[in-house]
């Protein structure tokens, strides 16, 4: 029996949560409609469920128009009609009229549309409900504290960005790791080692997204990248202009794209780990890695971008990475092979020494602890 029924509207029928669900997920992202799918269906509804609502706390950060405080504000009241703690309506009613046009309609429908995402999440099993929460609370915490201090001189460090990569990213690598873990207990002997890689998978995804999205983002006054890496260079990132690079830019854009390129290696490493049985599970991890690398190999090819549409890669690509690693997918020796052939000619940066410690970036970053115990506590029942 459906844990509800469509009510009539005027005379027409409302979408149950679970058709919304699918209805929302191209609107907002046509990257993961294209890999979400792959998956079986108790696991693709579960992991479609948090990635909305990793695209709710996303689109609060994101809106130009809200300073600190509200933003801390309506993160922390995410959370809290998430939870259950607060009406999700009242908190849909009130925040979704406030976003700007520059957040898309679809997202604004999303966030109005908040309480019936939520009819899903109440309905999944409760080790999902804890991954999904523990997800949220680490991304919504670190993007606001992030946010908070990042401008066009970028990030101090590498090792910031390896933390802000791991509040936004690695957190889902580890939530679809425990989804996994949740669908087939068979794999929690290998848990260690899978939420390890998982960091790496989520990391390597999201430096190729800042590398590509750069001058967009510096449009809007903010840049992700490494000031210590550029100085090196005797590049000053505040200075950078789009179409008229100074000092060797293209030289720590290089590095950069290497460091990526050691990330997404370590995720083919992550689904290579994977048993062939779960072969939608891989192709939803060799699709969104393949996709990442042709990318890479774009940006290497136009440093001397000013946009990311010049780095997009083409439908035709799109469709031979999807083809190829349907075909190899029962293979790891072949998945290697034809990694290895999308990566030649991409530099390879060695990763900092850091990243053969079990805890990093979590360990780094000081104000994770205090939110995952919380939402560990949380029971997510309606």
């Known amino acids: 029996m459906p844990m509800f029924e469509p009510r009539e509207v005027e005379g027409s029928v409302t979408p149950t949560a679970d058709e919304y669900q699918d209805a929302i997920l191209p609107k907002v992202s046509r990257t993961f409609a294209l890999t979400i799918p792959q998956l079986p269906p108790s696991l693709r509804r579960a992991v479609t469920n948090a990635y909305l609502l990793c695209r709710v706390a996303d689109t609060i950060e994101d809106e130009p128009v809200f300073d600190a405080q509200q933003k801390r504000r309506f993160e922390d009241g995410f959370i809290d009609a998430v939870t259950g703690r607060i009406d999700p309506k009242a908190f849909a009613a009130e925040v979704a009229p406030l976003f700007s046009q520059e957040t898309s309609a679809a997202e604004r429908e999303l966030v109005e549309q908040l309480p019936l995402v939520l009819q899903v999440t109440h309905s999944l099993t409760s080790p999902q409900r804890e991954a999904i929460l523990k997800c949220l609370t680490i991304m919504s915490h670190g993007m606001h504290d992030f946010q908070r201090t ?7 460090t590498l090792r910031d960005l390896d933390c802000y990569c791991y509040c936004v990213a690695g957190v889902v690598g580890e939530m679809l790791t425990e989804l ?10 290998q848990r260690d080692n899978l939420m390890r890689l998982a960091v790496s998978f989520g990391q390597g995804l999201q430096m190729t997204n800042i590398l590509k999205d750069q001058w967009e983002d510096h449009e809007h006054g903010v840049c992700w990248l490494p000031q210590d890496v550029f100085s090196r260079y005797q590049v000053q990132l505040q200075s950078l202009h789009a179409g008229a690079h100074e000092g060797n830019y293209a030289g720590a854009m290089a590095e950069l794209i290497g460091v990526a390129h050691a990330h ?3 995720a083919l490493e992550y689904t290579l ?26 940006l290497q090819q136009n440093l001397d971008f000013c946009h990311g549409a010049q780095v997009k890669i083409s439908r035709r690509a799109v469709a031979c990475t999807l083809t190829l690693t349907r075909l190899s997918g029962n293979s790891n020796a ?11 000619g991409l530099p390879l940066t060695p990763l900092a020494s850091e990243w053969s410690a079990p805890l990093w970036p979590k360990s780094a970053i000081a104000y994770s602890m205090e939110p995952v115990l919380v939402a560990e506590q949380v029971d997510l029942r309606p």
């Open 150 to 156: 990042v401008g066009r001189h970028g990030l101090d």
């Open 180 to 189: 996994l873990l949740d669908h087939d207990p068979q794999l929690r002997a």
């Open 264 to 266: 997404l290696r370590r």
């Open 273 to 298: 780990m994977i048993p062939v049985r779960h072969g939608g599970f891989r192709r939803f991890c060799l699709w969104s890695i393949g996709l990442a690398v042709l990318t890479l190999r774009k």
């Open 334 to 344: 072949g998945l290697g092979w034809l990694f290895a052939t999308a990566a030649r």
